[in-house]
């Protein structure tokens, strides 16, 4: 059967790109026009190569302090009365602006709305002397394609747009319900599936330390806009590395919890209902608090109650000491391609760390057939063989970006499955995932009298991608994320250092793995100029105090279901060895 018959658009698709775009320009003008009066931001027609510093130069002083604090020093000084909710959101709401002109994260903004939730719990706070919820006043940002009621919900594609949501999605109900207020929808690429954020409707979002670079994809607009503390918490999804690759690329942590944990009801992606690999909602945040926050806020409301799929599973949080045993598996890279010099540093660097404490042992993971996982889950992504990607496509005429193109064209995995080859797929899966079980039992030291095995691998630490954001449309190898995806492994990622000229020399007698290893080395070789001539020239942000480098991030993964043990054991380890570096 061929792809779905529909109707093309009757009119151009860029003529429906522009009324996007006059959508987006109209939320952002409601901001600028809020009081206390400020001046309409305004930038240079050149914008700088980084941005992370421009907000201190242009912002009131005190939204820039406001929008500088951490999630849960937000919600202590709103519970305290020293910062009301409409104060908190009036700051996001106008660094989101800023943001937005600076690395093209947004897709609307919602004053009015934001305001309006604000007011109200500033309102019921005076009359209860007590918060509404755990995030009671806490803007929070959230990826477009996670429906908000009456709002579009077009996921990247033209012929989407004017599509709305019917009511918020399972989620944002949760945490509305804990008193967030949602005050900007962040932008995603054509198809969801790109490690890069780019669209037809809003076009191409930046990295905020380089953009000449990616913010990643396909939750980048998160990562831009969380990067640039535009939003201190937000909501992405991931079935390939969508949270985990942006939250790396703009150095702020994002979470991939094990399927059916938490809601995904209310999404919108092409081949809904197809779950080969199941996707996930999870959070993006500036720091571990947040994250570990959204996980017990939404997990705490028994979600499982009205979305029947999601396991029943409380959220019991450990708390990690020094006097507790952790076995840390450090996979150096997964035998396909090769890590960059600024990744390898910073293994090297954590793992030296590491040693020190005393109840930390550290082994060598040694990847079980990375090739293959790609193979099998590469084959589950598009079982109709990317015909109603194509069918939506086609629907608006727009054209395909060239992430799009690749993943789907010329993806030579990407076929139409009959339901023989399906069943074939999915066993492959099956039997990939328990053997990969079976390697992670071997870690163990021996059986204690019940029979259980003791002294496995409690984490691996692993890279997040080969290097650090690359240029644009170059992000072709997902396997450092996805793996962990075909696996059902919960994985973080998060900051460790910033790339570093003097620091990450290229390594001059390289020998590649495999011939896809070879072709992703050059990336690191065609960067580098690039990297370096923009963030140590004597331009506009070049000096002793302001940052030097992309973002360096690293990834810690665990067995399925044990995502509270992943969040714990990073908590610990970032107050023990002092993340970032």
């Excluded at 600076?102 to 002397?129: G, V």
């Excluded at 702020?252 to 080969?276: E, L, Q, V």
Aim: aromatic residues 8%; charged residues 20%; contains cysteine.
């Amino acid at each position: 059967m061929g792809p779905p018959s529909r109707a093309k658009l009757k009119r151009p698709w860029q003529e429906v790109a522009k009324e996007a775009e006059n959508h987006r320009r109209e939320s952002l003008a409601k901001v600028e026009g809020l009081p206390p009066a400020i001046e309409r931001i305004q930038l240079s027609s050149t914008l700088p190569q980084n941005s992370i510093e421009i907000p201190e130069e242009i912002l009131d002083s005190l939204d820039f302090q406001i929008t500088q604090k951490l999630p849960e020093e937000l919600l202590s000084l709103m519970a305290d009365g020293k910062l009301s909710s409409v104060q908190v959101t009036s700051a996001f709401l106008r660094r989101a602006v800023l943001a937005q002109k600076l690395t093209n994260c947004i897709t609307e903004l919602l004053p009015e709305r934001a305001l309006a939730r604000a007011k109200y719990l500033d309102d019921y706070l005076t009359q209860h002397k007590c918060p509404i919820g755990p995030l009671h006043g806490l803007p929070i940002s959230v990826k477009e394609m996670i429906g908000i009621n009456d709002l579009g919900l077009n996921a990247g594609y033209v012929s989407w747009w004017g599509k709305t949501a019917t009511e918020d999605a399972h989620v944002l109900q949760i945490l509305w319900n804990a008193g967030a207020v949602f005050h900007a929808r962040t932008t995603q690429p054509q198809s969801m599936m790109h490690l890069e954020t780019d669209s037809n409707l809003y076009g191409v979002t930046v990295n905020p330390y380089n953009r000449e670079t990616t913010c990643g994809g396909s939750s980048g607009g998160e990562g831009a806009l969380i990067a640039m503390r535009g939003s201190v918490l937000g909501v992405g999804s991931d079935i390939g590395g969508s949270i985990r690759n942006p939250a790396a690329n703009c150095g702020i942590y994002g979470f991939k919890p094990t399927s059916f944990r938490i809601p995904t009801d209310g999404w919108c992606s092409t081949m809904a209902g197809a779950d080969p690999i199941p996707g996930v909602i999870g959070p993006m945040s500036s720091s571990i608090e947040g994250i570990i926050m959204f996980m017990q806020v939404i997990i705490s409301s028994k979600p499982w109650l009205l979305e029947p799929a999601l396991v029943p599973m409380p959220w019991i949080l450990p708390l990690f000491s020094s006097a507790q045993p952790l076995k840390i598996g450090i996979m150096w890279h997964d035998n396909v391609v090769t890590p960059h010099p600024p990744i390898t540093r910073a293994v090297q660097e954590v793992l030296t760390r590491l040693k020190v404490l005393q109840n930390v042992e550290v082994v060598d993971w040694k990847p079980y057939l990375h090739d293959e996982a790609w193979a099998i889950i590469s084959s589950l992504y598009f079982t109709d063989g990317g015909a109603e990607d194509a069918a939506t496509i086609a629907e608006s005429g727009e054209p395909w970006r060239p992430l799009t193109k690749w993943i789907i064209k010329e993806n030579p995995c990407v076929k139409k499955l009959t339901a023989q080859k399906l069943y074939y797929w999915q066993e492959e899966r099956e039997a990939y995932r328990k053997e990969y079980a079976n390697v992670w039992n071997d870690t163990a030291t021996g059986r204690n009298k019940q029979g259980s095995l003791e002294g496995m691998v409690d984490v691996i630490l692993c890279p997040a991608a080969p290097g650090v954001a690359p240029a644009h449309n170059t992000s072709k190898y997902w396997a450092y994320t996805s793996q962990w995806n075909l696996l059902d492994y919960p994985a973080i990622t998060f900051k460790v250092s910033k790339s570093d000229r003097a620091r990450d020399a290229p390594v001059e007698q390289f020998k590649p793995m495999t011939d896809i290893d070879e072709e992703h080395w050059k990336l690191c070789k065609i960067l580098r100029p690039t990297i370096y001539r923009s963030c140590y020239s004597n331009g506009i942000l070049d000096n002793a105090n302001r940052s030097h480098g992309l973002p360096i991030s690293l990834q810690l993964v665990g067995r399925r279901f044990e995502d509270e043990k992943v969040l714990a054991v990073l908590k610990y380890l970032t107050a023990e060895i002092g993340l970032p570096l």
